[in-house]
């Protein structure tokens, strides 16, 4: 059986598969299925089943989310699929890889989610920058119209599905879902209070599911091959695989699909290579820019949401971020901080107004101009920019970063002060 | 009742409001930017943190918004937690990161939302040492001023301006701490509402413009509670003074009629008050001479003229000026200083105030209905107020979808993003398309003849009586489809009026809410819109013939010695020709006024009239509303409020006359109880017009004379001219500018209310003087006004928000925003008559020219004309010809504002 | 819509029948017309190299969307140029990963060769340097993007590669 769902079909050095020969290695058989009568329902128990969990970083079960879209008489007529594919996490570079590689895995995935909830227009919401992305898509959405897997009453089932590719224009919020159904709809990127949820009111206030790419990914496999085959897939607690990433000073930078529960130390030092020569693993981001720090203690740790999360980060998005003993910690922070501060969308006054402070507080530690106070001010945003302090989870994703960093580095923070100067000499 | 705990204390609750509105209603002190009492919720500014506890166990509890969080029975929060109070300093301390310490050059200073939340929440020191970022200001039009570097991000402005008032040239630019709140590019901002932007912004970012220019702070103006004169909704405002000028108006609440907002002509059209053209003194004059007059010599003059007296009364003036001169010259010789035509249209919508089977809704009960027929009334430029709260009737649809997908309503963006484009329907029918016609669900423009057709149709309909003779398709599909909205709609609307000039509009407009009722049992809603402040006042005081053609006829006649003018231009209310000749028949006329005009520039004596702000005084709004005004500040001039000249005592208070009005005048009986008593104040002290902070009393006059005077007594009223006595506390009895401890903002008046949103404390929200109804009429026959279609355009009257009120037209913001006359066409007749857009335009057989203005919605064959302040309306006959003159007005169109222009004006 | 009151006196251009035809195209995928305002603004850009006052004031009567809100979303989105811009724009990456992998001194290296910085364009119009979020390369990071060619793991020299390369191309398409 197939162990590497998600990237079978890839190779870089090639196109991606067309329709045929995708179809050829028995792609499109979770459409086959429905076109012989799986139910929708059936296929939301098997999603909920097979305790798939939303590859996008927050992890929550994608069938129980499906599940709160209103079903049957009564409920609204229109309801929309999204999928987030504006991949922006500092340091993440998976779903980039699922799109440009094997477009029509991405395909079969909408068409299983849509025809689960019962939307009839689906919305890529891809980032701008993707343009190969974007090509290898359009050119496998127009393959799959033709051949009837996509328009109206899809293999004589009833059911139709319109897949719309909107490329963005650049603004990592829209990474947010509800931000992202803004954006959509032609408005500013500003997040949207929850509740109501978009499964409830999203895009156009009709009841929408947004999911990530990757997420989306694994649905072919569920539904073709089954939870069985999809619960032997994984080494750990959480099913399935997913996509893991490093980057930063390691031999062999890159993505892999590896059995959620493989071994931290595995992907580090197997897949990636180990760290280069003259460089010594300090500590890593476990998945992106806006998880917490961990350290090389923590190696011998399982890729698995629930162990990354007993030490104070998070999976997240799976894609690590490397920081050696060359780089200095405080840099590092503070580039992540420039970021977030920069991407804010300016609605809610902590993250509007407390990452600007930060940052500059960052800047002047790099110059030299630190004060002993400003660390405090840095604990304090820690605190104020925190989980529910905030109207989204993007200041509370950059504390992650900052609050570890402040604690684990913190001899890094005082040197700067004290020194009134990088010491790593940027 | 739902139930909650607040720190340790139990309070009930209505649970489908949200934590902070509840805290708040309850007088809690806690602190807030982004929700606001009409505008809901949206979880921006993170100010209002409160800890939420699980239950009664729960000890560490969970920090939450308090404006985001409903008000479930149970809940248990503490708003003096530590973590709490420490989240809310450090929202301020985030906040003042890049706000300047400008207080004292802000215009804000002293009333600022701002200050008052970084005190509540005891931020006091700056750790912030950072550069902060700086914006550039925008010019906004003559009202508005922009300074961006105070901006708190707060959202509010837009959501006020874009959301609740539907502007579209206000915006939230740019991102992270670079937002900003401007217009795409310098400009006047458009919308009829933008003034309330000073209020709704809870710092120094707009700010009123004309009060800058002679600024004062909020703790030196001496106020008092006043009522609005542009026009018939009666708004509730509160004026300042200071150094004898009318420095501001602001919004004063009153939870039936205004709520929280004014319009642009309340807000900016008092200038007038300080104006250089004032009449001062009382003058004799003929012959190209004028003679002063001592005052005690002028008002004997008055009292002592021989011979018969006709006297003119006016709705602007108030029911006591008019009352005084009714009383004076006899209630035979009194005459509506109003067209024939307007006073024939305010006796049938007395009569139809009358009428069991209708009931004329506040402001407040307008923005409760759910399906609205607007007929013939262009209601932003004739009730602005009343088209703010139609722009919110609209949004009941929104409410109620939001109710069935259990969104609580002060959800406001999930509430808006739920129902989209989804609203409850509005229908306008008017001359000319409308301000409103951006949230209508269907819009008729045409001339009278067509609206009273199709508005026939529509009661017809309603009536279970065949609709279709003489209508086409698209008009058979239009008036079912209205009919089937008014009367599946659990409170329907009609709004009429006055200002098409057709009577016969107003009873299609009786007729189609007398079949609703019909239909339904109910009392239907029917709004009727009148022009000024106290038409409907003056309509209650004058006997049904007695209008004004007929007292020019008795003029003319030389039946009449004299006559006395009250606070009118005959000039605006007949034909130029008709009051010429009445002039001429009298010996003398009299004019009480506050400015000049062309008929007190024919008077032999001219008595000076105080304005609003300068007397105590009762108006009738259009809902039949009377409501008490109180004097603000002095007039240090000679002029009187009018009824001191009138009534024979020239020290006449104003109490006794209303108690006078109230016993002699039947539908007045009720007016009494406006007045407060002061016997019921606390010691019988009076109600301070200042501040207890106010400054510089000693020293006002010290430029004239070191010794400070003594302050003047007020015998008119229970206000004093005075820092002492007993302010307004909680009390909202007499309240002007309102104050409580640590609230120094006008968000201080949830401190007065009921609860958010509810009544006043002890307020007075007028006395409805119809109250007692008669028997339901019968269905008015209705034919079209048959007229002459082969000669000329048929005129239609056009109106402006600025320009249209006599009096505000005198204020220099407002001119800065007014147009001159136009004339609105189609493409089609500008084309047959050869007249291009801004060009000027002769009207034949009279020495009128107006500018052409051409817009794709006017029905050939018709022409909207707005005759601003240069023609006399009632000089135009019912049809009018054009011919192309190259003159063009100053002002030009440019301000025009509509939208269905086809070329621009600038 | 209301008509603008506007002091600077900007109008709207007229847009091109090619632009016309994409926005009606896009005006077909979504149910409203706001929704395609950012559509409209990408695709003017891709025409014009930027959206200008008189492009934007264009969309928002094409469209019937307030100027304001357009603006709104314009200023909004990193990828809208409201300023004119060279005519290749370097999408330079300098997330965390790229960071740490050395983008600094490739930064540096664009300085000196090209002489810009963030926001700048060079002097001949030619290049406008942007810096983005993280491009999601970063196993062959430091990268940027100039157009649409992505450029893998940058060093300061392989700078000067890339200029020549672009200028050979420039220079072969003016010679063909």
Redesign the interface.
Known sequence: MVTNPLTKNIDMSRPPLDLNAYEAASGYQSLHKIAAGLSSDDVLQQVKDSGLKGRGGAGFPTGLKWSFVPRGEGSPKQKYLVVNADEMEPGTFKDRLLMEGDPHLLIEGMIVAAYAIGASVAYIFLRGEYVVAERALRKAIAEAKEKGYLGRDILGTGFDLEIILHTSAGRYICGEETALLNALEGKRANPRAKPPFPQVSGLWGKPTIVNNVETLCNLPGIIGYGNEWYHSLTKGKDHGTKLFGVSGKVKNPGCWELPLGTPIRELLEVRAGGMQDGVQLRGFLPGGGSTDFMLPEHLDLNLDYEEIGSVGSRLATGTMIILDDKTCPVGMVGNLMTFFSHESCGFCTPCRDGLPWVDQIFKDLEAGKGKESDLQVLLDHVDYMGPGKTFCALAPGATAPLGSGLKYFEDDFRRHISEGKCPYGN | MAKIIVDGVEYEVDSDNNLLQECLSHGLDLPYFCWHPCMGSVGACRQCAVKQYKDADDEKGMLVMSCMTPATDGAIISIKDQQAVQMRERVIESLMTNHPHDCPVCEEGGECHLQDMTLMSGHNYRRYDKKKRTHRNQYLGPFISHEMNRCIACYRCVRYYDDYAGGTDLAAMASHNHVYFGRHQEGTLESEFSGNLVEVCPTGVFTDKVFSQRYSRKWDLQAAPSVCTGCAVGCNTTPGERYGELRRVVNRYNSEVNGYFLCDRGRFGFGYVNSAERLKVPVRQGDGQQEELDANEAHQLVQRLDGKIIGIGSPRASNESNFALRNLVGDDNFYAGVSAKQHAANQLILELHRDAAFHVPSVREIESCDAVLVLGEDVTNVAPRIALALRQSVRNKAKELAESANIPQWQDAAVRELAQEDRSPLAIFSNYASRLDDVASDTVVAGNQKLVKLGSAIAAELAGESASAGLDEAERELIGRVAQQLSSARRPLIVAGSSARSMELIKVGANIARALGKRSGNVIDFALLLPEVNSLGLSLLVQKDKDLSAALGVMESGAAKHCIVLENDLYRRAATSEVDAAIAGVDSLIVIDQLATPTSAKADIVLPATAFSEHEATYVNYEGRAQLSYQVHRNHSAARPAWRWLCENPAQQVEELVDRCAESVSAFKGIASLLPDLNSMIAGMRVPRQSHRYSGRTAMKAHVNVHEPKQAVDSDSVMSFSMEGIPASKDATVLGASWAPGWNSNQSISKFQDEINGKLKQEHCGELLLKDKQASGDFFNVTADQSDANNGLEVLPAYQIFGSDELSAHAPAIRERMTDAYLSLSPQDAEQLGLKHGQGAGIAGTDYVAIVCIREKIQPGTVAVYCGTEINPHDLPERIVLNANADIAERGIRGLIVSDLLEESY | ??????????RPRQLTPEEIAEIEHEMT????K??????A??IVQKHQGWVS?ES?LAI?RYLD?????????A??????YRQPVGKKVI?FC????C???GC?SVRAAIREKLGIDYGETTADDEYTLIP??????????PVM?VD?D?HRRLTPEKIDAIVAAYKDANDQGKGA
């Open positions: 819509m209301s008509e603008m009151i506007a002091t600077s006196g900007v995928l979504y149910p409203d706001k929704a395609v305002g950012l559509e603004l990408k006052d934007l928002s969307i307030p100027a304001a809100d357009l603006e709104g979303v200023t909004f989105f990193n990828l809208v999408l300098r997330s965390v990963s960071w740490i992998m600094e983005v979020p993280c491009l999601g390369d970063c196993d062959n990071a993007m649409e992505l």
